[in-house]
C-alpha cells in the first residue's frame, strides 16, 4: 500500500485577506493528488486559535469572500474543529502548505515558526517573504539590480504632504499601505485635495503608505516556478471591469476581470517580462513558486510593482491560469510547488 505524504494546509490568520486565504486553501485541499494526505488548518482571524478542521467540513463551506467587511469568522460560526500546536503539526506531517495571504502569512511570520519547529513548507523563506511583502524595502532592491519601479514616495502618519509634491509633481497618484496585498486599502489621486484620504485609508493597514506616481499602461502579470531552475510562465494581460485598476473587488469577484493569456503583447516584449520575472525572483531570493506583476509605461516598457511570493490560489487566481495555458493542471501546479519545497 502507498504511503501517503501528508500535507497541512495552512489557511487564515491575522490578516484582511483573510477569506481569501480560506478558498485558496480550500482549493488547494480539493486539488491536492491522491498522493497527498491533506490535513486542513485554520488560523482564526484573532491569530489565537489553530484549527484542524475535517476535509469535507472545508469544503461544504459557504463562499467565504460573502464574509469581507462583515466582522464574523466563518470558522468559529460553522465548523466543528479541534486545536492543534506547533508540537502536533511537527510529529504529524511532512510538510505544510502555505496558503495565506499578506501579513503574519506572506511576510516571513509563519515561515520563522515553521523554521524554528524544523518543519518543511512550501514558497519562499523568511528573508525573501519579508522582503516581497515590505514594498518600499523591495523597491530599494529592485533599484540596486537596476530593475525599472515607479517613483514613490513613503508616508507616516503625521508626515507633511509637501514631499509627495516635490518629488512627484501634481497628481494623478496611486496610493496603497507600504505593506499588503489584494490591491488592500489602494486607490487612484486625482486632485491634490483626495491625497490625504487616501493616505489615511492605506494606513488602517499599516504605519506607512506608499504614493506611487501614477502609471498609465497596460497591466501584466508574470509567475514564477522553480528553485535555482526557476522559469517563467506565460504573461498574463489584465484588463479590470469593475474598477479603475485591479482591486480587491475585480481580483475575487466573477467578471471583476478580464485576464488574458497570453497577454497580448509581441513576443519580444513577453520575453523581455520573463525574463525581468526571473531576475526579480532570483534578486529576492524566492523558491517554490512566485508572481510578479507590471505595468507597461507607453506600452512598452516594463515597470515592476511587486512580487507576491505566496499568490492567489482561489479559482478565480492568476497563478493558475498562468499554469494552465503552460499545460500544468491545477493538481499538477500544486505537486511541483510541494515537490520544489521537499528539495530545499
Known sequence: MTKHIKVAVLMGGRSPEYEISLISGREVVKNLPKKYLPIPIIITKDGRKWLNVAKKELLSLPDSSSFVGTGKDIVSTSLKSRPVTSEK????????????????????????????????????????????MDKPVFRKLMEHAKIPVPKSVVVSEGDSLKKVYRELSNPPYFVKPSAQGSSVGASIVRKKKGLKRAISKALKYGKEALVDEYIKGKEVTCAVLGNEDAFALPVIEIVPLKGEFFDYKSKYTESGAEEIVPARISRKLSKIVQEISIKVYKVVGCRGFARV????????????????????????????????????????????????????
Open 293 to 344: 506583476d507590471f505595468l507597461l509605461k507607453e506600452g512598452i516598457y516594463p515597470v515592476v510593482l511587486e512580487i507576491n511570493t505566496i499568490p492567489g490560489l482561489t479559482p478565480m487566481s492568476l497563478l493558475p491560469k498562468a499554469a494552465k495555458a503552460f499545460g500544468y493542471s491545477y493538481p499538477k501546479l500544486l505537486q511541483k510547488i510541494i515537490n520544489y519545497a521537499l528539495q530545499n
Open 89 to 132: 503539526i511537527s510529529g504529524s506531517v511532512d510538510i505544510v502548505f502555505i496558503a495565506m495571504h499578506g501579513p503574519y502569512g506572506e511576510d516571513g511570520t509563519v515561515q520563522g515558526m515553521l523554521e524554528l519547529a524544523g518543519i518543511k513548507y512550501t514558497g519562499s523563506g523568511v528573508l525573501a517573504s519579508a522582503l516581497g
